[in-house]
Structures are given as structure tokens and as C-alpha cells.
């Protein structure tokens, strides 16, 4: 599995935001595709999921009503929709994947594989 993630920058607060994420190699329906974030000096966070197959989608509790995530099987693209940015969304945004993740979807070290990480920055 191989993942490139694209489509970060400099926004201010209140603008919106997509993430995409190039996802090759997804063989199996079992895969489950999320989105974490790292801002400087802080944990990976969990921003939400989506199943490979189905309408399965979670999120973590800040993202909810603000952040959406989706995909595109035919083009093989995972995206994040962001809206309502806040400069406390400024982190380092990774796409990662695996195939034995549910139902822990919040635990990072059940994906095996990440991208090289996009950074958001939203500035006040």
C-alpha cells in the first residue's frame, strides 16, 4: 500500500480546506483508510475514518460537524473535507491505512501503512 497526501497549506480561520489522499495497492475490503494529525510538540491525533467498502465513517470528537471525510474507489482517493478551520487545526496531516484497524480506529498503531504527511496551517 502506498499513500500521497495533498493538498495542505496556509488558510485563515474560518476558511475550508481538502486533503486528498492517493491510495494505491487497497486489495482487500477490510482495509480502513483515517486521517491523524500531529501539531508540533503534541501526540498523533485521530481525525476520522472511513471503510474501504461501505458508508462506515468515525471521527474524532473535535473533527464532528466540521471535518468530513470521503472516498472515490474508482480513483483510488480518500479526502478530507475541512471547514471552520481553526489555528488550533495547524498540524502536520498523514493519511494511513490497514487491514486489521476495526474497531480500533483511534489507534495508530493498527495502520501499517502512512504517508509522507501534509502541513496545514490556519492561521488567526
Known amino acids: 500500500v502506498h499513500l500521497v497526501e495533498s493538498g495542505g497549506g496556509l488558510v485563515q480561520a474560518g476558511d475550508s480546506l481538502r486533503l486528498s489522499c492517493a491510495a494505491a495497492?487497497?486489495?482487500?475490503?477490510?482495509?480502513?483508510v483515517s486521517w491523524f494529525r500531529q501539531a508540533q510538540g503534541k501526540d498523533r491525533e485521530f481525525v476520522a475514518a472511513?471503510?474501504?467498502?461501505?458508508?462506515?465513517?468515525h471521527y474524532g470528537e473535535f473533527a464532528k460537524g466540521r471535518f468530513t471525510i470521503s472516498r472515490d474507489n474508482a480513483k483510488n482517493m480518500v479526502y478530507l473535507q475541512m471547514d471552520s478551520l481553526k489555528p488550533e487545526d495547524t498540524a502536520a496531516y498523514y493519511c494511513?491505512?490497514?487491514?486489521?484497524?476495526?474497531?480500533?480506529?483511534?489507534?495508530?498503531?493498527?495502520?501499517?501503512?502512512w504517508g509522507q504527511g501534509t502541513q496545514v496551517t490556519v492561521s488567526s
Open positions: 494511513a491505512a490497514g487491514s486489521n484497524v476495526a474497531p480500533y480506529y483511534k489507534d495508530y498503531r493498527r495502520y501499517t501503512s
Open positions: 495497492g487497497l486489495s482487500s475490503s477490510s482495509y480502513v
Open positions: 472511513i471503510r474501504w467498502t461501505g458508508d462506515t465513517t
